[in-house]
């Protein structure tokens, strides 16, 4: 930027700044703190580099490399990791040479499981992101490895860090909606779910560009909607319902997007969960309940949410908001304390306050919001995996089990959808 | 940053422009949520309610942003300000900002920091860079019209050809302004009452003026435009330069728009 011509004012001004810091630094409010966590980032493309800004935040860690194949995304990483994170473009060499203490895995899902192999394989406690295997088989190899070894290992559903999802579990815990019947998840949005290409079409490279940035849209690197969106839906459910599913069917196709993708652009799965009575019911027998899910590419309407459906209120989860409606009849319980007025009621509840809103919801009742405006669940769930690193603590908020659990439940879908018939969920995952 | 932005992106290969444009837009989505101090969740929302207390470990990017919005407060002799607000008695410096730990303090407990004279020029110099990444040669961006930046020439070859309104009177052009791998930043007072604070004052502005910056960088331009408009037309001339153009239009005794 250009400088001033009124210098004197200039000055002014920097001996004021510099007066300031050198302030700070007698009083020692900039000490760096000792004894960090060396972290390395493998893969800096989109959800990688959201990882590396949020890890740049954390006092308890330090990027000291980044990796990535493509040169781009390479440089992107190294932007925001900071001078002192070296870079490479081959992620055993970093491995060798920097020895990470922990490893952070954001590659295409297709190389999730040799990545995490090599990683664990260097004496690194790994954070892989979801979904954590391309197969049902590597993922029983990783859980295997992992369980075998004492290294710290967490999937990247960030879900099971959001205060709102914590919440809404304990609520179904302790019986607040009744026994649970059915519940409808989703993820729409509205765009081609490509990302650009730096070359013209024409260009000897495109093709092999194509694929690789958008390796989404292709079965060798992908499993399409059911791993990048809706393995954080299914993951709700089985957490929710503390369960796997035992079955499901599924249809799916591209049908609005037809630009040469393998992938889906629009699926439908119909779970079925076999679920024990919450306390307070009479019957003790098991019960079926049904779950949609659905991820569209052509609308967006309610984007990503989750509806869980209870006998005697329902939750409408988001990972900003959630909302609990009463069915008509269930406002007698004794859990909801009103005011004089009879109109607004609170609870609290594992320290959170609840409040019920004013605005009138036809047929729904009014519901009673948990908010989570403020909160920023990829940063608290990197947060919670170096807690884990540092107290040595294997049973992370997502750990292997539940990880394979859910690329389980989201790989049952596919193969529903390819085989056009209901699919079992493998039977030594159910427990 | 609350605002409309829009992208122009002409040529052939409108599958992947659209996904070029599409990741810009989502770049300026992110911009908004590490900068708006409207989202709780946003990382300046994050050190408004902490550094008070205790430094706060901020991320690259946001240590790049303060260290050049610090340079533009000294640069501007304390026009520029993302740290002034109206209710409060605070400015820059109340701020401790240390670049090679990345932690920030603040000793006035007042403080807050306030990136609206910055985050859109910004949040267009990021997807600006985006596209340019993505191979896109010609572009037109802008955000709720009063920063705009140009990618290259037009569909015709010709640099893209900006109008600038008289800013009390809704469509009347005063001038046409040519850009071409440039940015502009228009701020300007008068229409209702001003969101730009005199950082001295801590009062909105009280002339009916406006300023028009042409820079390399939206983000220069936004801090121009701003910082020039507090200053005060007298003040502008110090500041121009062959890389900084500033425009001023005054409203008597009719709106006209004036080269500095």
């Known amino acids: 930027m250009k400088l001033p011509h009124s210098l004197s004012t200039r000055r002014e001004f920097i001996v004021t700044a510099a007066g300031a810091l050198a302030t700070a630094s007698v009083s020692n409010v900039f000490a760096q703190g000792a004894g960090k966590i060396r972290v390395a980032v493998i893969g800096t493309g989109g959800r990688g580099c959201d990882l590396v800004r949020k890890l740049s935040t954390i006092e308890s860690a330090e990027i000291v490399a980044v990796s990535d194949d493509y040169e781009p995304h390479l440089r992107n990483g190294a932007r925001y990791a900071g001078k002192q994170a070296k870079t490479f473009s081959d992620y055993r060499k970093m491995l060798e040479q920097i020895k990470p203490a922990v490893v952070v895995v954001a590659v295409p899902l297709w190389l999730h499981y040799q990545v995490c192999c090599d990683a664990l394989d260097s004496g690194a406690d790994v954070f892989c992101e979801k979904t954590m295997t391309h197969s049902i088989e590597e993922g029983r190899k990783l859980a295997a490895k992992v369980r075998g070894s004492k290294q710290v290992f967490q999937v990247g559903l960030q879900r099971r860090a959001n205060p709102i999802y914590n919440q809404a579990r304990a609520m179904i815990e302790t019986g607040m909606l009744g026994r649970i019947t059915a519940a409808r998840c989703q993820w729409h949005r509205n765009n081609n779910w490509r990302r650009p290409v730096p070359v013209e079409r024409t260009h000897a490279k495109w093709n092999e560009l194509e694929k690789r940035l958008n390796w989404r849209l292709y079965r060798k690197f992908s499993q399409g909607l059911m791993a990048e969106l809706g393995s954080h839906q299914m993951d709700v459910i089985n957490w929710m319902f503390d369960a796997a599913p035992s079955r499901v069917m599924a249809t799916g196709g591209v049908d609005y997007w037809r630009d040469g993708r393998e992938v889906a652009d629009?699926?439908?799965?119909?779970?079925?969960?076999?679920?024990?009575?919450?306390?307070?019911?009479?019957?003790?027998?098991?019960?079926?309940?049904?779950?949609?899910?659905?991820?569209?590419?052509?609308?967006?309407?309610?984007?990503?949410?989750?509806?869980?459906?209870?006998?005697?209120?329902?939750?409408?989860?988001?990972?900003?908001k959630g909302l609990l409606f009463l069915e008509k009849g269930a406002d007698d319980v004794g859990w909801v304390k009103k005011d004089a007025s009879g109109t607004n009621a609170s609870i609290v509840t594992s320290g959170k306050t609840l409040g019920l809103t004013n605005d009138p919801w036809a047929f729904r009742g009014k519901p009673v919001e948990i908010d989570n405006e403020g909160g920023d669940d990829t940063r608290e769930e990197l947060v919670s995996f170096l807690h884990h690193v540092r107290d040595r603590d294997l049973q992370t908020i997502c750990d292997v089990n539940i990880g394979l659990r859910n690329a389980a439940t989201i790989l049952i879908a596919n193969?529903?959808?390819?085989?056009?018939?209901?699919?079992?969920?493998?039977?030594?995952?159910?427990? | 940053?609350?605002?409309?932005?829009?992208?122009?992106?002409?040529?052939?290969?409108?599958?992947?422009?659209?996904?070029?444009?599409?990741?810009?837009?989502?770049?300026?989505?992110?911009?908004?949520?590490?900068?708006?101090?409207?989202?709780?969740?946003?990382?300046?929302?994050?050190?408004?309610?902490?550094?008070?207390?205790?430094?706060?470990?901020?991320?690259?990017?946001?240590?790049?942003?303060?260290?050049?919005?610090?340079?533009?407060?000294?640069?501007?002799?304390?026009?520029?300000?993302?740290?002034?607000?109206?209710?409060?008695?605070?400015?820059?410096?109340?701020?401790?900002?240390?670049?090679?730990?990345?932690?920030?303090?603040?000793?006035?407990?007042?403080?807050?920091?306030?990136?609206?004279?910055?985050?859109?020029?910004?949040?267009?110099?990021?997807?600006?860079?985006?596209?340019?990444?993505?191979?896109?040669?010609?572009?037109?961006?802008?955000?709720?019209?009063?920063?705009?930046?140009?990618?290259?020439?037009?569909?015709?070859?010709?640099?893209?050809?900006?109008?600038?309104?008289?800013?009390?009177?809704?469509?009347?052009?005063?001038?046409?302004?040519?850009?071409?791998?440039?940015?502009?930043?228009?701020?300007?007072?008068?229409?209702?009452?001003?969101?730009?604070?005199?950082?001295?004052?801590?009062?909105?502005?009280?002339?009916?003026?406006?300023?028009?910056?042409?820079?390399?960088?939206?983000?220069?331009?936004?801090?121009?435009?701003?910082?020039?408009?507090?200053?005060?037309?007298?003040?502008?001339?110090?500041?121009?330069?062959?890389?900084?153009?500033?425009?001023?239009?005054a409203e008597s005794p009719s709106p006209k728009i004036i080269l500095l």
Not at chain 1, 416 to 428: L, S
Not at chain 2, 12 to 25: F, I, R, S, T, Y
């Open chain 2, 1 to 249: 940053m609350n605002t409309w932005f829009e992208i122009v992106l002409p040529g052939d290969d409108a599958e992947n422009l659209q996904a070029a444009g599409e990741a810009a837009l989502d770049e300026i989505e992110r911009i908004e949520k590490l900068l708006s101090r409207f989202d709780p969740a946003s990382e300046v929302s994050r050190i408004n309610r902490d550094a008070a207390i205790s430094p706060v470990l901020l991320d690259v990017e946001l240590t790049g942003i303060l260290e050049t919005c610090r340079k533009a407060w000294l640069e501007t002799d304390g026009f520029f300000d993302i740290a002034v607000n109206r209710e409060e008695d605070a400015n820059f410096g109340a701020i401790d900002f240390d670049p090679d730990t990345r932690l920030i303090f603040f000793r006035n407990v007042n403080a807050r920091l306030d990136f609206g004279g910055f985050g859109k020029g910004y949040a267009l110099d990021c997807a600006a860079r985006l596209l340019r990444e993505c191979g896109v040669k010609q572009a037109l961006l802008h955000g709720g019209t009063s920063s705009v930046l140009a990618i290259g020439n037009d569909a015709n070859e010709q640099p893209w050809r900006i109008g600038l309104r008289d800013p009390w009177k809704d469509d009347v052009v005063l001038q046409q302004v040519d850009l071409s791998d440039n940015a502009l930043s228009t701020s300007a007072t008068g229409k209702t009452v001003s969101d730009i604070l005199d950082p001295f004052q801590r009062q909105p502005l009280q002339e009916k003026a406006s300023c028009t910056v042409i820079a390399e960088s939206a983000a220069q331009a936004e801090v121009f435009s701003t910082a020039l408009l507090c200053m005060g037309k007298d003040k502008v001339a110090s500041f121009v330069s062959p890389e900084i153009k500033a425009l001023w239009t």
């Open chain 1, 266 to 320: 629009n699926v439908f799965c119909i779970y079925e969960y076999t679920l024990k009575p919450t306390h307070g019911e009479e019957s003790r027998d098991p019960y079926t309940v049904r779950v949609t899910y659905s991820s569209l590419c052509n609308n967006a309407y309610e984007g990503a949410s989750e509806l869980i459906m209870g006998t005697r209120g329902t939750l409408f989860l988001t990972d900003k």
């Open chain 1, 415 to 431: 193969e529903a959808i390819d085989a056009r018939k209901t699919v079992e969920f493998p039977r030594d995952l159910r427990s």
